[in-house]
């Protein structure tokens, strides 16, 4: 990735963040903490790496991301938003009557999400599923699935991977958000996941570690998991719960919180 690129992805994953903060600040409460993990990653996907339309959300031969950790939606849809899926303005009816942007993810109700989530586990099952019906339709399309740390607690989470292996779903790239925090703590604390990466390696998948907060290393892991056909690929992505959040980043309990706009202009102001 050149310098120019980055520059423009650093920008936009800045930016990404700016609107979720304020999103979730119109309403007063939200899923803060795990939204501002990857707002990296969405960066790179929707700016960079892949193939969508804005204009026709549902073009068959897309790429398409399924963010099984739904209640991320906010950092989504401040993503969709700022490529041109829906106007801007709708981002300050988050989760309000009659919104098209429920607090967790709904392809029924905007444009831009490819799988209704939030359940955890079902939307990586639904990614794997997903991945294979496009291989038996001789689709070029990837598939990107987002699955938190917390969320790998979940049994549907390693059925979906001894699948995907056994049907080498090479067209499947996944990534961990592997912040180290879930609703109720650290995640070691209540059921410690241990070495992420060598789990993955164990059950057959084409497995990357890397920062999740630097697009150009992102990329590089994109690139070489594209670059594989044997396998399905994970990409452990190491990120900061509440990431460039002021009064989240660090704190134990910001799966969810309460703030308003003040307090979300003084977050804004200290982003870089």
């Known amino acids: 990735m050149d310098k120019e690129t980055e520059s423009f992805l650093k920008a936009q994953a800045k930016e990404i963040r700016k609107m979720t903060i304020e999103e979730i600040a119109a309403l007063g ?15 790179l996907l929707y700016f960079h790496r892949m193939k969508i339309d804005p204009q026709n959300p549902r073009w068959e031969d897309r790429d398409q991301l399924i963010v099984s950790k739904g209640h991320a939606g906010p950092a989504i849809y401040a993503a969709l938003a700022l ?20 607090s967790h993810c709904d392809r029924n109700k905007t444009p831009g999400i490819d799988m209704t989530t939030g359940s955890l586990g079902q939307g990586f099952s639904a990614a794997i599923g997903i991945a294979l019906g496009l291989r038996m339709d001789k689709k070029a399309s ?42 109720d703590g650290f995640s070691k604390d209540i059921l410690d996941l241990g070495d992420l990466a060598k789990k993955w390696d164990a ?35 190491n990120t900061i719960k509440g990431k460039g959040c002021s009064f989240a980043e660090g704190v134990e309990k910001n799966h ?13 102001a200290a982003l870089v």
């Open 256 to 268: 969810s919180m309460v703030f308003d706009t003040e307090k979300a202009k003084e977050a804004i």
């Open 142 to 183: 990837t598939v990107y699935a987002i699955i938190g740390d917390g969320e790998s607690n979940e049994g549907q989470i390693w059925e979906g991977a001894l699948f995907a292996s056994y049907h080498k779903l090479s067209n499947l790239i996944a990534f961990t958000d592997f912040n180290k925090q879930q609703l």
């Open 203 to 237: 059950f057959g998948w084409f497995t990357q570690e890397t920062d999740g907060h630097d697009v150009a290393a992102l990329d590089a892991a994109v690139e070489r998991a594209l670059a594989q056909k044997e396998k399905p690929s994970m990409i452990v992505m």
């Open 83 to 102: 490529r041109g899926f829906f106007p801007k303005d709708w981002l300050t009816t988050l989760n309000k009557g009659g919104t098209s942007l429920p």
């Open 29 to 43: 409460t939200g899923h803060i903490g795990g939204a501002m993990s990857i707002a990296d990653i969405l960066a």
